[in-house]
């Protein structure tokens, strides 16, 4: 069953933000084309995200989810229970768009380095909503174009950061079973 809630906005919020997703058109004139490309990539590809994140650091204990793009369609896993996003691959790409030309965005290349064998290049962004202030570091696999981990914290004006790690997984990604 469809199912919209908080949790899943949190969690694609979470990922949009540490991802770079708020990239607006005029990134590629500041280095950040190579995030943006890897991040319009992960929405097509079969994708199995595991995000640890959601508390403020230092404070409560993280919430641990997971995430998976596949077939078009968004699937988050909390605690034991998947649900089936009401918004798909295309409506997040699509509602992000939007938010690139609104955004204060800028990145830049860091260094390479090895991430479960696979060579990546390193890339620090920050990224300014309406909302969110975010600084993240982006792990892209130099051989597919695709992230491989994400690392964040995030600034919604409260007194505290919140932090959220994000690792992907491409191998043997499948709807999971029985969520319609």
């Known amino acids: 069953m469809p199912q919209?809630?908080?949790n899943v906005r949190f969690v694609a919020g979470v990922f949009l933000l540490a991802t770079g997703f708020t990239v607006p058109v005029r990134a590629a004139d500041n280095g950040c084309q190579p995030v943006f490309d890897a991040m319009t990539k992960v929405l097509a590809?079969?994708?199995?995200?595991?995000?640890?994140g959601g508390?403020?650091?230092g404070k409560n204990k993280p919430q641990n989810s997971e995430m998976i793009y596949a077939g078009g369609?968004?699937?988050?896993?909390?605690?034991?229970?998947?649900?089936?996003s009401t918004m798909t691959a295309a409506a997040m790409l699509k509602q992000e768009e939007e938010n690139r030309r609104t955004a204060k965005y800028s990145c830049r290349y860091l260094r390479e380095e090895t991430v479960n064998g696979e060579t990546a290049a390193v890339y620090a962004n920050h990224s300014e909503t309406e909302d969110i202030k975010s600084d993240a570091t982006v792990w892209i696999s130099k051989s597919r174009g695709l992230p491989l981990r994400t690392e964040g914290d995030y600034d919604t004006g409260d007194p505290a950061k919140t932090h959220a790690s994000i690792r992907?997984?491409?191998?043997?990604?499948?709807?999971?079973?029985?969520?319609?």
Do not use: F, M
């Open 4 to 6: 919209t809630n908080d």
């Open 45 to 52: 590809t079969p994708t199995r995200l595991y995000v640890t």
């Open 55 to 57: 508390a403020a650091v």
């Open 73 to 84: 369609a968004i699937y988050l896993k909390l605690g034991e229970k998947w649900t089936r």
């Open 168 to 180: 992907y997984d491409y191998s043997n990604v499948r709807p999971p079973a029985g969520v319609q």
